[in-house]
């Protein structure tokens, strides 16, 4: 039962880091859309929260599989 419990945990990890980076790039486009000049600011702020968005859900992920490594 834990081993499913972690699963779940892992899986929920990376749909929440998809739905964040997926609107972090919508965003991108829209601003670009409307800047065209800004595009390698938003290009660079883009790439940096992308980034710490998939070290957090990186971390989630091996913390709901220790957890269950540590029953």
Not at 2 to 8: D, H, L, P, R, S
Not at 22 to 50: F, H, L, N, V, Y
Not at 54 to 61: M, R, T
């Amino acid at each position: 039962m834990t081993g499913t419990m972690a699963a779940i945990g892992a899986g929920l990890a990376v749909i929440g880091a998809g739905l964040g980076i997926g609107r972090i790039g919508g965003s991108a486009m829209d601003a670009i859309a409307r800047q065209p000049e800004a595009t390698s600011k938003i290009q660079t702020a883009m790439i940096i929260a992308s980034v710490l968005i998939e070290g957090v859900a990186l971390f989630a992920v091996v913390v709901s599989l220790l957890s269950n490594a540590a029953k």
